[in-house]
Nanobody, 121 residues
Framework: QVQLVESGGGLVQAGGSLRLSCAAS????????LGWYRQAPGKQRELVAR???????NYADSVKGRFTISRDNAKNWVYLQMNSLKPEDTAVYYC???????????????WGQGTQVTVSS
């Protein structure tokens, strides 16, 4: 089992910045990909950014140039630096761990509980 705990959400004015953090803990050997997804009211959950254990990153077009994802493989943390925030970035942000190896030949995906980000205009 893996537990993902997010922190860093909150209320910020448009143009401001926030940094989200997610700590992965539990019984596992490795995590292939760590990422951030978001879900706004009435909308589907969507990918924001993700990063592999090798450092390869992917970003949603809507956040490119504004958000930066990073990862500490030794500590199993993933971060999302969000700059130039817009009201349309308002959503619950979820941490995701994909391809988690349990040491028994199995890989699973896990989700955090989510953290609210609200950007006021």
């Amino acid at each position: 089992q893996v537990q993902l705990v997010e922190s860093g959400g909150g209320l910020v004015q448009a143009g401001g910045s926030l940094r989200l953090s997610c700590a992965a803990s539990g019984s596992f050997i490795s995590i292939n990909t760590l990422g951030w997804y978001r879900q706004a009211p009435g909308k589907q959950r969507e990918l924001v950014a993700r990063i592999t254990s090798g450092g390869t990153t992917n970003y949603a077009d809507s956040v490119k140039g504004r958000f930066t994802i990073s990862r500490d493989n030794a500590k199993n943390w993933v971060y999302l630096q969000m700059n130039s925030l817009k009201p349309e970035d308002t959503a619950v942000y979820y941490c995701n761990a994909a391809g988690v190896a349990d040491g028994w030949g199995r890989r699973s995906d896990y989700w955090g509980q989510g953290t609210q980000v609200t950007v006021s205009s």
